[in-house]
């Protein structure tokens, strides 16, 4: 079996792309390094990223492809399954090899696999969309903390720009470390912390420093975990449903489910 090895990024894949095709060569199975190679590993070979290689490779997907497939391909990525790069290069492969584009194959396993995926990443940008809570600090910035399976703060930023165009505020990924912050007219820019324990809030539950909170804010917090249980009819309480809508997993971050 010939096993590439890559440093699990985009450009890393799409580098391995590029050298299986000038190496002419068809490796069954990527493999991120530091993780265990699969048992027959008869060859082996050690991907170096290169920015370049990535480029054209990806110039080369913009001519074959529809934007709706490669969206699909960049969207895909964002899910950070350990399964996704095998069949994702296999698709990409294909690609390259089909006169026709070879993107809409839906029959095809690969494909589909990409396809799901990157289903599965849409799914999620739409919840994180319902489900952000945003805290208001003295300052004035707007905070929401998230702590999403998959890689979605790119593709919800336009969204509160467009929600929050005239505040500031921070959207911050309490899972990856990083989030965008955005002041003024200037658009939002991606900001990471070296020492996230040092953070004016919580990512245990996203929750401001109460030194730091808005009195206002706190004032509406509470006007809103009561209002949702004003409006909880114990009767009609069906709890299936309930996580079917609002999945347990989002439940630490949402104003109305802290105590």
Known sequence: MLVYIFDRTLDGLLSAVFDAYFRRQQPEMLVGEGDQLPLF????????????????????????????????????????EQDLPTPLFHYISKVFQSKGGGGYDFTDADVLHVTNTARRVMYEQLRMKQFVRFQKAKDGTYLGVVKPDHDVLPLVIDHFQDRFRDQPWLLFDARRK????????????????????????????????????????????????????AICIRERINPRKQLKDMPRRYWKYMTEKQG
């Open 41 to 80: 590993s008869e060859e082996v070979y050690h991907v170096a990223t290169a920015e370049e290689k990535a480029r054209r490779v990806w110039a080369g997907l913009e001519k074959r492809l529809k934007a709706e497939a490669l969206k699909l391909i960049a969207v895909s990525w964002l899910s950070e």
């Open 178 to 229: 990083y989030g965008y912050y955005k002041e003024g007219e200037s658009a939002p820019m991606r900001i990471t912390f070296e020492d996230t324990s040092s953070l004016p809030f919580s990512l245990d539950d996203g929750r401001l420093t109460e030194e730091l909170l808005s009195d206002n804010d706190r004032l509406f917090q509470e006007l809103w975990r009561t209002y949702f249980k």
